[in-house]
């Protein structure tokens, strides 16, 4: 039996200076997948948590995980699952972290919605097979965030 595709995201937050932004940050959340939608693949099912967090859990998660000493304003694990009886599943974790975000915004006088619907952008994208391993598939993957931050009148953030 085959499983049609199921997109399923849900939002946590484990800092305070999340708190009075969360409902316009699900808003976009939920905008922002069902305007993807068309790059998920058919018998998938996905099942996305947007955890929003800080700059000392994000940074933990990003040495534990990457290697990689310092805070990043945005972490997307993966873990795949496949099973004859439930076909693929994802389980998607996107970590956002408040404090990288707001520092950004602050150097590029944007908007904090627009910089975390890039943000989210990126990380569904990379959900769905894109990464930046080399310049080929930056380029590539650049273009499509370009091309979706369209749809919701937000400009190119690499000409920033």
Request: overall charge positive.
């Amino acid at each position: 039996m085959r499983m049609k595709k199921t997109l399923k995201i849900d939002f946590f937050s484990n800092s305070k200076k999340w708190s009075r932004r969360l409902p316009k940050i699900k808003k976009i959340g939920l905008m922002t997948l069902k305007s993807m939608s068309s790059y998920f693949k058919k018998n998938h099912q996905h099942y996305i948590n947007l955890i929003l967090s800080d700059k000392e859990k994000v940074s933990k998660l990003n040495s534990k995980y990457n290697k990689k000493y310092k805070d990043t304003d945005v972490l997307t694990f993966v873990t795949k699952i496949s099973n004859k009886e439930l076909g693929k599943i994802l389980y998607c974790d996107i970590f956002f972290s408040i404090d990288t975000i707001e520092s950004f915004i602050k150097k590029n006088d944007i908007t904090l919605y627009d910089h975390f619907n890039h943000l989210l952008i990126h990380s569904l994208l990379h959900i769905n097979g894109y990464d930046h391993k080399n310049l080929t598939h930056f380029n590539k993957m650049k273009k499509e965030e370009i091309k979706i931050l369209k749809k919701f009148n937000i400009t190119d953030p690499y000409k920033i």
